[in-house]
């Protein structure tokens, strides 16, 4: 480019310069911003709200996760042959219910031998008992010692111990017996399957696991400041539990009840645990499951409460757009003192029933602006012909003025 070119092009750019200085410099006022007749004096249409009491329930969260109230594996008591199971996995079982069955030949056959030494030593007994009984009669006669009839005493005492320990041996081997067949000892749900039919199971074998799950078990932790709050609370009455999914905050389960606190803390985190117990009638919970848990410590009656989107954050704190009574606006400072599920939250000071916030347009608000009070849902209504009019001839004294 010439040397000619470039100033020109620099001479043009001063040119520009100077016409949109003029320009600014002569702006009318009635145009400008916050001028008698600019847009500013217009009320800014807003929504507002009035601050309501409630009984805000307080709830304490924490993460929480479920278990089963018994979690049994189900060992043999007898070794042998594993012949049938009786159950299936994932099967919900019944106290009693025969869960598997053991080769119990062996077993029956050391019952029957102990049935036999019973019968042999009653049989025993019963001839001891009579030699005992002809000698007394003959005692007395001279027909026999007084050594013999101590003698016959006791093989009478002896046979009866000998019956009697029979006996124990029936009842051990019938109890083995019994053993063949491995018995729920709860009601719950049967896990996948260990062995096999066919395996030879041993005491230490562990046919399957089972897991109860009605009513069912929500394990979770709360700082140590909290105790003492949790405490009093449950001194009063039992407190409520619900468990919320972790995903949409939906409740998963209600009805869930505080049933122990623990009795120490947690010196590492500084945590203690506490166990709540929820009917679980159509398995909405399941052992392993991570849960949200509220826990309702306790009502506030009569709270203070605003939607949340009407609280603002500044740098000196939260804040509220107050209406005042000539529909202007100030910045009101305010305490928050806990949620209100998910739209709400609770005031603790700042507001008084009855005041009026704004909820939504606050982004279009300063301290001292105007405005125009909406109901929730409620939209600006269309300016009428007189409006558009005085609008029209606004805008062309302003025109007048920058000609």
């Known amino acids: 480019m010439s040397r000619f070119w470039k100033i020109a092009l620099v001479i043009v750019a001063v040119i520009v310069l100077v016409i ?8 009318p006022s009635g145009s400008g911003q916050g001028g008698p007749g600019g847009k500013d004096n217009a009320p800014v249409p807003v929504t507002v709200v009035p601050v309501v009491r409630e009984n805000v329930p307080v709830y304490l969260t924490a993460l929480g996760t479920v278990q089963a109230l018994n979690t049994i594996a189900v060992n043999p008591q007898v070794g042998g042959e594993l012949l049938s199971l009786g159950f299936a996995e994932g099967q919900s079982v019944k106290k009693g219910q025969v869960l598997a069955q053991i080769d119990p030949r062996t077993y029956q056959a050391t019952y029957d031998q102990a049935v036999a030494r019973k019968s042999q030593d009653e049989a025993q007994l019963a ?22 009839l101590d003698t016959l005493r006791n093989t009478v005492a002896q ?3 000998a019956v009697a320990s029979d006996l124990a041996a029936i009842r051990d081997a019938q109890v083995q017996l019994n053993y063949t067949k491995v018995l729920s000892p709860i009601d719950g749900m049967a896990g996948i399957r260990g062995v096999d039919p066919g ?10 696991t089972l897991t109860q ?18 405490r ?6 039992p407190l409520e539990v619900t468990a919320l999914d972790r995903v949409d905050a939906h409740p998963v389960a209600a009805g869930g009840v505080l049933k122990v606190i623990d009795n120490q803390i947690d010196t590492t985190t500084g945590t203690f645990r506490l166990k709540s117990e929820f009917p679980n009638l159509k398995g909405e919970l399941w ?16 709270a203070l409460v605003v939607p949340a989107q009407a609280v603002q954050r500044g740098p000196d704190g939260d804040y509220v757009y107050l209406v005042q009574g000539d529909d202007t606006v100030k910045m009101q400072p305010v305490v928050v003192a806990g949620e ?29 602006s105007k405005v125009k009070a909406l109901k929730p849902g409620e939209v600006p209504a269309a300016p009428t012909a007189a409006e558009l009019e005085k609008a029209k001839q606004n805008k062309g004294g302003g025109s007048r003025g920058r000609r």
């Not at 395996?199 to 399957?208: A, E, M, Q």
């Not at 052992?287 to 009569?302: A, E, I, S």
């Not at 998910?342 to 301290?367: A, C, N, Y």
């Open 213 to 230: 799950l009605h009513p069912i078990n929500v394990m979770f932790a709360l700082p140590e400041q909290s105790l003492d709050m949790v």
């Open 340 to 368: 209100v599920g998910d739209s709400h939250v609770m005031i603790g000071t700042g507001l008084k029933e009855g005041d009026k916030v704004v909820t939504e347009g606050q982004f279009r608000l300063k301290p001292g």
């Open 199 to 208: 395996n030879v199971v041993t005491t230490s074998s562990t046919l399957v």
């Open 232 to 237: 009093a609370a449950q001194m009063k009455a």
């Open 159 to 161: 046979y009866k111990a």
């Open 20 to 27: 949109v200085a003029v320009r600014l410099l002569h702006k």
């Open 287 to 302: 052992p392993g499951q991570f849960v949200n848990v509220q826990l309702k410590v306790r009502t506030d009656n009569g």
């Open 127 to 148: 001839t001891a008992q009579s030699n005992l009984a002809r000698s007394v009669n003959l005692a007395p006669k001279g027909f026999i010692s007084k050594q013999d």
